[in-house]
């Protein structure tokens, strides 16, 4: 399809508008002119956004996350190109847009249309679709990079058992289908014993209570995980650390339980421990690609069906307070439409 071809730019959109009043910051649906989008080469129509826990943090108003107002939340959006100045995308192909700050400092996912950057768009993997793409979103694909970043550093499959904290939430049951599906032999976290089946039914081997992790309070304890994928943070994650073996790798993603790291440096230095930050929102464009080509092979619609609900656009504000209660399990889409 050519330029000429294309649909034209529709002159209106919905979008979930986050506004600064003097009662604090209120969220609406609105219907804004074309104008309203921020500028950026590519037009896209959003067909699915989704739902993490910053956008949680953001819709509820907490400080932080939107650097200015009015702004659209959502970190994540999928849907297909209108137009692209630079000639890069074609009108009609389908594209994936995860971090580089929309939902934070530009508008995000939670409009009908939205503005990119040319480079900050990732083809949607052949023989996938843009629901798919948000039931994996930036969760998913922070599970992606997290696993991607064990293995790099040398956790193999048979070397022993990989720890997932936060399991039942996005990240942590995305960490844990992924892991699975590599061989290895996934502990799944929770502090939600009711979600032991499902954990289990995701491929985990056993299923663990918060508290046993943060019990392990000594600088050192005994070695356990051979891989860590953390997004806790906290408590939790000093005493995955503690008990992480030697030459082991924890690969940090979150705060969900705190941002603190109350810890000593003798897993580093006496075990060789490696901790590993990650951070998706600005991921280089080449590992992008390569952690949403991996994630389309091990990580089909099929396996993801149960880990994700579909939700509509006016769905989201009541979505927010139930992600920052912990009470959201998996992923959640937002149909745009
Ligand atoms: P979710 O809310 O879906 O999952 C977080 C999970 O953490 C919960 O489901 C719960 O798991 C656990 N949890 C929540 N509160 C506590 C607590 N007080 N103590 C211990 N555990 C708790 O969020 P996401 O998976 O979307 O995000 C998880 C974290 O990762 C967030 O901090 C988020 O900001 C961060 N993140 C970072 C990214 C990066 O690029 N580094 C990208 C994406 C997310 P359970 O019920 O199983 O115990």
């Not at 996350?65 to 137009?83: H, K, N």
């Not at 971090?99 to 249309?113: F, H, K, P, S, V």
């Not at 793409?133 to 048979?158: D, I, N, R, W, Y």
């Not at 209570?209 to 005994?222: F, I, S």
């Amino acid at each position: 399809m050519t330029q000429s071809d294309a649909t034209p730019l529709p002159d209106k959109y919905r979008a979930l508008r986050a506004e600064k009043t003097d009662s604090g910051v209120q969220v609406s649906l609105q219907t804004l002119p074309l104008s309203a989008l921020p500028d950026g080469d590519v037009t896209v129509q959003v067909t699915h956004s989704s739902l993490n826990y910053k956008d949680g943090l953001a819709v509820s108003g907490r400080p932080g996350v939107l650097r200015s107002y009015p702004m659209t939340p959502g970190i994540d959006l999928a849907g297909t190109v209108l137009e692209d100045r630079t000639g890069r995308w074609q009108p009609g192909q389908g594209v994936i847009l995860t971090g580089w700050g929309i939902g934070e400092r530009q508008d995000g996912g939670y409009a009908t249309l939205a503005r990119a950057h040319a480079d900050w768009l990732v083809a949607q993997p052949p023989g996938t679709d843009a629901r798919w793409a948000m039931s994996v979103g930036t969760a998913g694909f922070t599970a992606m990079l997290a696993v991607m970043a064990l293995e790099e550093h040398g956790v193999t499959p048979g070397d022993g058992e990989v720890l997932v904290t936060g399991a039942a939430g996005g990240v942590g049951s995305t960490a844990v289908a992924l892991l699975a599906a590599a061989g290895h032999t996934v502990v799944a976290s929770t502090g939600r014993a009711q979600e032991e089946a499902y954990l289990l039914g995701l491929g985990a081997s056993r299923v663990i209570g918060r508290e046993e992790l943060t019990a392990l309070n000594r600088p050192l304890e005994k070695e356990r995980w051979a891989g860590v994928v953390d997004s806790v943070g906290g408590a939790t994650l000093a005493g995955a650390y503690a008990s992480t073996r030697t030459h082991g790798a924890l690969a940090v993603c979150g705060l969900a339980g705190g941002s603190d790291l109350n810890a000593s440096v003798f897993p580093l230095i006496l075990r060789g421990v490696n901790l590993l930050g990650i951070d998706s929102v600005t991921c280089p464009a080449p590992r992008r690609e390569a952690a949403w080509n991996r994630l389309a092979r091990d990580l089909g619609a099929g396996k993801l069906a149960a880990v994700t609900q579909e939700r509509a656009l006016s769905d989201v504000p009541t979505l927010a307070g139930e992600i920052l209660a912990g009470q959201v399990r998996g992923r959640t889409v937002i149909d745009v439409t």
